[in-house]
Nanobody, 130 residues
Framework: EVQLQASGGGLVQAGGSLRLSCAAS????????IGWFRQAPGKEREGVSC????????YYADSVKGRFTIASDNAKNTVYLQMNSLKPEDTAVYYC???????????????????????WGQGTQVTVSS
């Protein structure tokens, strides 16, 4: 059974930090890329960051570059999203998801397309107060 378990959300003041974790099981972790998405009330789901577990390549949305860092521990089948300098606009439910390699479209093209992802976790709430 495929599982993606997101955790680490919470309430933090603006300028603070949180670290999200995504623990994966039930599929070949090293073959997939893991992405983080977020969705705020009334807004579309937005790609935040992604890491390729095969070569470590990372991608970030412009809105989080320089503040968020994604990392993968392949031995633990876990991906982390370190979020620093948090802003109220970062408030959302954060989801992790897994996408398999696509021989026709590079990861740099599809990493932020939520419909390309095969497996999804349940989401964790991040709330940043001003």
């Amino acid at each position: 059974e495929v599982q993606l378990q997101a955790s680490g959300g919470g309430l933090v003041q603006a300028g603070g930090s949180l670290r999200l974790s995504c623990a994966a099981s039930g599929f070949t972790f090293d073959d997939y890329a893991i992405g983080w998405f977020r969705q705020a009330p009334g807004k579309e789901r937005e790609g935040v960051s992604c890491i390729s577990n095969s070569d470590g390549t990372t991608y970030y949305a412009d809105s989080v570059k320089g503040r968020f860092t994604i990392a993968s521990d392949n031995a633990k089948n876990t991906v982390y999203l370190q979020m620093n300098s948090l802003k109220p606009e970062d408030t959302a439910v954060y989801y992790c998801a897994a996408v398999a390699p696509n021989q026709f479209v590079g990861l740099w093209v599809l990493w932020n397309r939520f419909y390309e992802y095969e497996y999804w976790g349940q989401g964790t709430q991040v709330t940043v107060s001003s």
